[in-house]
């Protein structure tokens, strides 16, 4: 798998109003994000599906900004929105929908994100069935996370039912899919997915 780190572009900053976000400049933002590593408050590593470990203070942020840029790219995205492929398990169709403001919690979602949100989720939804053929999804989020509001978009498979198929099979399924599925061949599948989601959300925008 390619690099998936690019440290050469920063995170944004953007405010909490509603009216709209704040971006600094990338070389202010890129100091900025050193100093923070420097002093090393909150920072989390995170091990990438291709075996890879980063340190970031904010998974969500690194990406939305595209400070990490995950395999396969943008899946989509819009003004409040990013949505792309799981950096961290290589499982086809596995998107994560990632907000661009920094939150934690739903209730801080303001009226357009939440349309943004919901709407995105039909699109995306649709297009893992129209394009991979996904007949059943799991969605997931949680507000304590170390990073901020994202949504899990986890597609069902037939091999996923050996674990089981309430919640408690999620897990086993992300460890057996980063332990077993980080192989070349099924890499470029999942590649092929993100691809065929992509262009089905590009031509599709209803």
């Known amino acids: ?43 989390v590593g995170v091990l990438l599906s291709n075996g890879k470990n980063i340190e970031v203070d904010c998974l969500s942020c ?14 989509i995205e819009t003004e409040y929105f990013h949505a792309h492929q799981d950096v961290a398990y290589p499982i086809k169709g596995l998107i994560i929908l990632a907000a661009k ?35 059943s999804v799991y969605y997931f989020y949680n507000e304590d996370t170390t ?3 994202h949504t899990w978009m986890v597609p069902r498979y037939d091999w996923m039912y050996d674990f089981g198929r309430s919640v408690e099979s999620v897990r086993p399924i992300l460890l057996h899919a980063r332990k077993q599925l980080s192989g070349e061949e099924n890499v ?9 989601l992509t262009k089905e959300l590009n031509e599709n925008k209803g």
Do not use: W
């Open 1 to 43: 798998m390619g690099n998936l780190y690019r440290g050469d572009r920063g995170c944004k900053d953007r405010s909490s109003s509603s009216s709209g976000y704040i971006a600094e400049s990338a070389k202010h933002n890129q100091r900025k994000f050193l100093e923070v590593r420097c002093k090393g408050s909150d920072f």
């Open 62 to 75: 690194a990406v939305t900004s595209g400070l990490i840029e995950p395999e396969g790219g943008t899946v």
């Open 101 to 135: 403001r920094h939150i934690k919690c739903f209730d801080e979602l303001t009226e357009e994100e939440s349309s943004d949100y919901i709407r995105l989720l039909k699109r995306i939804r649709k297009a893992q069935r129209i394009a991979l053929g996904i007949e």
């Open 147 to 149: 990073h901020h509001f």
């Open 188 to 196: 470029k599948e999942v590649l092929l997915a993100v691809a065929a």
